[in-house]
């Protein structure tokens, strides 16, 4: 595996880069938020080994927000001392893949690894979501419908991605909120609103058949009726 190590603390970064040479993997090290931001959105890696506390102005989880908002799929393991259930979670919401917590037994960080790898490759093989004329080819980002492509911004991407996994499906606002926003919902706000109306437009524009439905008091379904 090509791995990308973001931790500022250097022995422990040495320790993990000597170790996962050993185990026959490479790895690159950012000692920094910027740099580890920098690598993570410029280079493809099977796997980020990621520290939550990190200098550079840019802490871990904003790094995961970043990188998630982007449509970067990238398994993440994140490595903290914060050990608190509150902690882990925030962490997973934020879109981390697996939490570990220093210190830690590097032969169980390995097999951490193999299986946030294992599952990528499972799901990397399902690379285009099709319901009816809609089409997302995942590797590419293209979203096309009746051979018109659709240009979308990297959050309406993610929403319809998610839509589209829960085809003929009741979405709530709730669902949206914690698995697309990455936070809990909020009932004064209309962002849910507003984004699915902003997508449906797009993908609708021109169509016969409408394929982004709203369920009055329940939420929104992608449905392929074309």
């Known amino acids: 595996?090509?791995?990308?190590?973001?931790?500022?603390?250097?022995?422990?970064?040495?320790?993990?880069?000597?170790?996962?040479?050993?185990?026959?993997?490479?790895?690159?090290?950012?000692?920094?938020?910027?740099?580890?931001?920098?690598?993570?959105?410029?280079?493809?890696?099977?796997?980020?080994?990621?520290?939550?506390?990190?200098?550079?102005?840019?802490?871990?989880?904003?790094?995961?927000?970043?990188?998630?908002?982007?449509?970067?799929?990238?398994?993440?393991?994140?490595?903290?001392a914060l050990s608190g259930v509150d902690d882990r979670v925030r962490g997973l919401k934020s879109g981390g893949d697996d939490y570990l917590v220093k210190p830690f037994a590097f032969s169980e960080l390995l097999a951490r690894l193999d299986a946030l790898f294992r599952r990528s490759q499972e799901i990397r093989t399902e690379t285009v979501l099709r319901v009816g004329s809609l089409s997302m080819d995942l590797l590419s980002h293209k979203v096309v419908r009746m051979d018109k492509v659709i240009s979308l911004q990297p959050r309406e991407f993610k929403l319809l991605e998610y839509l589209m996994r829960h085809a003929n499906q009741v979405v709530t606002r709730t669902m949206l909120f914690e698995n697309v926003w990455d936070y809990h919902f909020d009932p004064q706000t209309n962002v849910i609103d507003v984004q699915v109306s902003k997508l449906r437009q797009k993908i609708d524009a021109g169509a016969d058949q409408q394929l982004l439905r709203t369920i009055r008091n329940a939420g929104y379904m992608l449905t392929a009726n074309d």
């Open 1 to 80: 595996m090509k791995l990308l190590i973001v931790e500022d603390n250097e022995r422990v970064a040495s320790f993990l880069k000597r170790g996962l040479q050993e185990s026959g993997h490479t790895a690159d090290h950012a000692a920094n938020g910027r740099d580890g931001m920098f690598l993570a959105a410029s280079e493809p890696y099977d796997a980020i080994i990621m520290d939550r506390m990190l200098p550079g102005g840019i802490d871990g989880i904003a790094i995961i927000e970043a990188l998630r908002a982007d449509g970067n799929r990238t398994p993440i393991l994140i490595l903290s």
